[in-house]
């Protein structure tokens, strides 16, 4: 009789795990697929060059606003889904406006956790102040 009751705990179990994922898949909050440019522009013999393209994900909270934001940028090994997912839900959750910045995908870098991981980040540090120039020029309702 235990094998039984065992076996049936852990059907019941598994059966509420995948409705809990279902549950949170359809109230995740929704991530926006936003492009900018890098800060990285600078003055060259009387031109301006233009930063890097870079891609992130935005996510708002519901209402008027306004609203503090959040800047998210990722490790040497990318921002996975799960991860990106996870952040927005818990930062719009406290009513920040959120704007995960991906480095990597508009670069063609899948991950930099090697020897040029120190270069890569120093590369990176534009692509926050690009996201932060992004944030204030959105147009949010006040």
């Known amino acids: 009789m235990p094998r039984t009751v065992t076996f049936q705990a852990v059907v ?14 359809a109230q995740a909050t ?15 013999s ?7 393209p870079i891609q992130g994900y935005l996510a708002k909270p519901d209402g008027a606003g306004p609203f503090p934001a959040v800047v998210g940028l990722h490790g040497c090994a990318g921002m996975h889904d799960t991860t990106k997912q996870r952040l927005a839900d818990d930062l719009v959750g406290r009513g920040y406006v959120v704007l995960l910045v991906d480095s990597y995908a508009t670069r063609g870098i899948e ?6 991981a120190f270069a890569t980040f120093v590369r990176r540090r534009p692509d926050a102040y690009g996201a932060l120039d992004f944030l204030g020029r959105l147009i949010l309702p006040l």
Request: net charge neutral.
């Open 12 to 25: 019941v179990l598994m059966l509420w795990c995948a409705v809990r994922a279902l549950i949170a898949d």
């Open 46 to 52: 009387g031109g301006l060059i233009r930063g890097d």
């Open 111 to 116: 991950q930099a956790c090697k020897s040029t």
């Open 30 to 44: 929704p991530l926006e697929r936003v492009e900018f440019e890098s800060a990285s522009q600078r003055l060259i």
